[in-house]
């Protein structure tokens, strides 16, 4: 686009970037919490209704790094415009569907959600100043955090006052604002700076089935048994894809995602963190919105409405926000790997605490207020290590795998907890105060396990060696 039009964009293209980043947060907010209400609108067993996150999270492994190699060429701006439209379509179908199947095929168009903050991060690498880029790619990784907080009390307060559909309507509306947000103020391209590189399209065919066959056995195998054939098998299926995925993309001139890159310390470092700290917080996120809906009865449960159970989040959000302002105000001064130790921490601390103290309200706000602020900075921390250690051309892949280790880290954890959960049953098939503990404490240990490990790494390592000089000039002290 013209040099002129360009810069008056730019001091619009963060917020604009920011906003559509939201759309992960907002159709994220219409997953969990609503499973066991649309389970009883639409007549089927909560187990049932689980697929509506489950296929969900099957598209969002499958497109996000097709999403993050696509955002490495030249037309950032399309990508993101087709990914937006068809969440939209998707919300559309899932408002409007006369049964849990079509249902269920609105979820699976919403699953291309996952991949817009990778689309984002990698026009904001392109399009901002780089001093503007560096902190716009730690506020961009947070959004999703942040707009969580808001959007599950939002999603609880419509699904409670006017029925789930129209939490989904809303939905609709919000990416109708966004997509025109996008095509009035990202700039239009083509990126004449990007590479033209052909689509790996076996190695988005091999990971995209290896990642769905994992995630299939991790979601069912609490369900079929962890040592049923279907289990065995899918994990069987996953191991050889992504095994056959690897050696393909180590050969092709274009892969999907350099694997070489992901050697690299600070990306290695990231990338590990994803998924460690994804399984584990999510036992903490989940049993916690768990508790709050529960009845008193249990013995745990404070036995919140849906109208208020979404604000349980809320302290998260508030948390995240801080953080991710506090990672700007100090990132020139401490190193993004200590950040991401003491965001590590924070999170350890809050998952310790629920797993000792969760039977009243004020106690399971506090440790949201802690996953908040611990998300906040190791959300900022993770693209910011893996950008100052990766090129351009490759930064799209590389947040978007990382994106997609977060989303398997957070199915590990559904399914560990859901399966602690479902050992430890009442009579009345809730969950005992013992499941709920001991699942508790899998998450607190989980967390403790990956903050020794960045200790360790945190004392070990020193400070990293820029790739090249003119790489390290336009990254400088990310």
């Known amino acids: 686009m013209p040099q002129s039009t360009e810069s008056t964009t730019r001091p619009r293209l963060l917020p604009a970037l920011a906003y559509a980043a939201l759309t992960t947060a907002i159709v994220s907010s219409l997953g969990m919490l609503l499973v066991p209400t649309i389970s009883h609108d639409m007549h089927v067993e909560v187990s049932t209704g689980q697929w509506m996150l489950t296929v969900n999270l099957l598209v969002g492994a499958v497109a996000t790094p097709i999403m993050g190699r696509l955002s490495d060429g030249p037309h950032k701006k399309r990508l993101l415009l087709f990914s937006l439209t068809t969440i939209l379509v998707g919300s559309i179908v899932a408002a409007a569907a006369p049964n849990f199947t079509v249902f269920l095929i609105g979820r699976a168009l919403q699953g291309l959600t996952y991949g817009i903050v990778p689309v984002t991060i990698a026009l904001a690498r392109r399009y901002l100043p780089d001093n503007q880029a560096r902190l716009g790619i730690s506020s961009l990784s947070v959004t999703v955090t942040t707009g969580l907080g808001l959007g599950y009390p939002l999603t609880g307060i419509l699904a409670d006052l006017l029925g789930f559909r129209f939490a989904f309507w809303f939905a609709a509306l919000f990416l109708i604002t966004t997509i025109l947000v996008v095509w009035r103020v990202v700039p239009t391209g083509p990126d004449e700076q990007a590479p033209r590189n052909t689509l790996d399209v076996p190695g988005a065919l091999l990971v995209g089935t290896g990642l769905a066959s994992l995630l299939v056995a991790v979601s069912e195998g609490s369900r079929w048994g962890w040592g049923s054939p279907w289990t065995l098998g899918f994990f069987a299926g996953a191991a050889t894809l992504l095994t056959a995925w690897s050696l393909v993309e180590l050969r092709t001139p274009y892969p999907l995602i350099n694997l070489r890159v992901l050697r690299n310390g600070d990306v290695l470092v990231a990338n590990s963190t994803a998924i460690g700290l994804g399984a584990a917080m999510y036992i903490g996120l989940s049993i916690g919105s768990l508790i709050a809906q ?154 403790a396990v990956v903050f020794v490990a960045l200790l360790v790494n945190h004392v070990m390592s020193r400070p990293p060696t820029p790739l090249s000089e003119p790489a390290d000039a336009r990254i400088s002290q990310l």
């Open 294 to 447: 529960a009845p008193a009865s249990t013995g745990y449960g404070i036995a919140l409405p849906l109208f208020w159970a979404g604000f349980v989040m809320l302290p998260l959000s508030v948390a995240s926000f801080g953080a991710n302002r506090l990672v700007r105000a100090v990132s020139h001064r401490i190193r993004m790997r200590t950040l991401l130790l003491v965001g590590a921490g924070l999170v350890t601390a809050s998952s310790v605490l629920l797993w000792v103290a969760h039977n009243a309200l004020w106690e399971i706000l506090i440790g949201m207020l802690g996953f908040g602020a611990g998300m906040g900075m190791t959300y900022a921390a993770m693209p910011a290590l893996i950008a100052r250690s990766v090129a351009d051309t490759e930064l799209g892949s590389a947040v978007s795998f990382n994106q997609v280790l977060r989303t398997v880290g957070g199915s590990f954890g559904s399914a560990l907890a859901g399966a602690v959960l479902a050992a430890n049953l009442a009579p009345d098939l809730l969950p005992t105060e013992n499941g709920i503990r001991l699942a508790l404490a899998v998450g607190a240990i989980g967390c």
